[in-house]
């Protein structure tokens, strides 16, 4: 199963990817890796390692990482609920969520990768530590000179401290937000419109009360034109662990 | 600060511990260390540390743990919201608030202990990783032989399967519980009548509709009657990783 409100979409992006690759010798070159989330796995190893990809696929419990081991998934990461922008509906967070999924799936021929958390080397040796193979970074990322997110979202990362940030409603579930009295508002309107987002039981757009998406597509808008105060900007709860803008070769050797 | 339903007791319980210390040689040859919780622990520690104890105090957050260092605790406990029972307003998990909190008072004079998550070897050496000089484990110690908490408890924790807790209204706040249609039909009651605990917003005993610790106080009741139906069971996140009730030497051992 893929999210209810990205189904349709899921074989286009899927086919268009292989398409591109096959049409394009200089992409078949380097378009080797191909990631995906958000939806049970099963069902399309055929399309997907059929096409030479290594697959990576992103899960929030053993359950999904169990579906990942079946699907013939190479790197399955473990995403905690302290990651950014979209995360599950019933939160497990990294310090359960990556040892448990190690100790369920991972040997020889099948990856895991840490993700939720993990920002510098001391979280990477954790990761580690835990059995993985390697952690994903996003919000560190996402605050580098050469990442091309709005200014106003990298500086967001930047400013975010202590309890920067909170869950409510995303385009496909719940979303991790910096803390701003937008986000605040959203997450309130969350609780009176989706509830399932604090309650782990899922809704989707034939449910649920759509001024709430309207209210997000209108704040990440409000991101690419720099309106501070209108804008909703996704990140991870280790917004609060990072305090600079590096250019990506120094962030990586300091690690 | 102390939580507004505990506030009249906090003197009492300290005043009561530093007594019976006295009084009694074989308590003060014993009892060395105070454990305390849930509120500011500026202002104590003329009383606490003049009476001698070694003292450790729990904290949710960087704040939290800033104001510990100029309490003058000996050992923070950087409590991730993973936790069991009890858990804060606004949640930040260990892997961001244990290396958060080290960087920001960890020296020579002051420890700190990650709590949260923590339950075998691998998560120990994930604390020792992320800078901590140890880790508390609750749910761990819970299911064991000795532990002297109901059987019907020790077998919900041993019971969690993969995204086993959730979050509902405790007695002083937040806290984690066992999931089950008990602490699921608790989780739906809080969210109608103390939403603070989803958008961190604390609320109190003298704003809160009573109803909802009314339930809580039946519940824990279920519990000590053997009572599975009506039971409410505390657990961290970490009940998931749990999977046995061994004597203590040997799971110590095993760590």
Redesign the interface.
Known sequence: MVSAEVKPYSNIMIDTAIRVREENPDMKKHFKVIFTSAGDPVGWKDKIKGAGFTWMHVVP???GALRCKKAGVDVIVAS???GGFHTSW???????LL??VV?AVSDDHTLVCGA???C?G??L??AL???ADGAQMGTRFLSTQESDFHQIWKEGVVAAQ??GT?VARGFVGPARWLKTPRS?EH??NT?AKS?GV???TPDDYTTMDMSLIQFEIESIKAVYEGDKEKALMAAG??A??INDMPKVNDMVQGI
Chains 1, 2 share one sequence.
């Not at 019933?90 to 359960?96: L, R, T, Y």
Request: proline share 7%; glycine share 12%.
């Open positions: 419990s053993v359950k905690g609920h302290e019933e939160p497990v967070h990294s310090m359960i040892p448990a100790d939720g958390g993990f510098d001391k979280t040796a954790a530590v835990l059995g202590d309890r909170l605040d997450a309130k609780l509830p604090f309650l782990g709860e280790v609060q662990r």
